[in-house]
């Protein structure tokens, strides 16, 4: 079925307590798995498609992001969804409309991760899931764990609001990372590579694979490090951390996950996967 197209907050009023898949569009298998996690829960599905600029650093990609509105349409409909919200930023900013923006929950902020590398990003992303949260008042949000330390954070930020009733009932359903064939996660900013760089790309799933079986943190950290030189891969961080709180760890005797951002030339990639499943 082809999805009702909305692009303003007042519209979305008849759809409050659905199922929500936040996404910036250049929708992927990886976006539709999670529309079909929101169809199993029988509720309305919405997803939204909106290319936050308060989540891009000032060197970043926004520009060149990938826009496909028509095409997302199409095809999330196919996989379920009911509504499409594709709000303008004025929409989701707009100036006179003051946003009780949350502040970073610990696990945003641990030391060497995303948003040290890139600082003000989860601030964005926060900003904005909770700005969407406001008006799409879902019941599920569903997010990818391709995006870890983001999953977490807006579990965080959902679970410190849960007091104050901001989005009353609202549960986060994390969904397991979409992969190509050969382990590539799949990602909208995949279509960036060339066909040298997308083998070069495959070093982040093959470090993350060595590091399932690893003896230490330390010995992980290092194998996984040694792994992405060898594809030509820079990382930003190759780390193994507290699956939960995101913090550095001694010993594999607690959940563990390796976490990796890295670039291929000029393509910023991130992946993460669990150690000693
Ligand atoms: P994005 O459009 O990149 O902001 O992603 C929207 C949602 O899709 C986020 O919750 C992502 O974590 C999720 N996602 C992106 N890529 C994948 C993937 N390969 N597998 C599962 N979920 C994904």
Redesign the pocket.
Known sequence: MVPTVITTAEELAPYHESSF???????????F??IEAAVATELPVIVSIFVNPTQFGPDEDLDRYPRTLEQDVMSAGRYGADVIFAPDVESVYPTDDAIDVPSLPDVATQPRLEEKVRPGHFEGVLQVVARLFDLVRPRYA??????YQ??LSIAAMVDEAYESGRWGELDILG?????DLDGL????RNQYLNAHQRARALGLNRALKAAINTTSPDEGESQMKKILRAHDVRPDYAVIRHAETLMPIDSLDEPARALIAARVDDVRLIDNGPVRE
């Open positions: 898949v936040p996404t910036m569009g250049a929708l992927h298998a990886g976006h798995a999670l569903i997010f990818g764990e391709k995006d983001q999953l969904h397991p990372t979409e992969r996660a799949l990602s909208s």
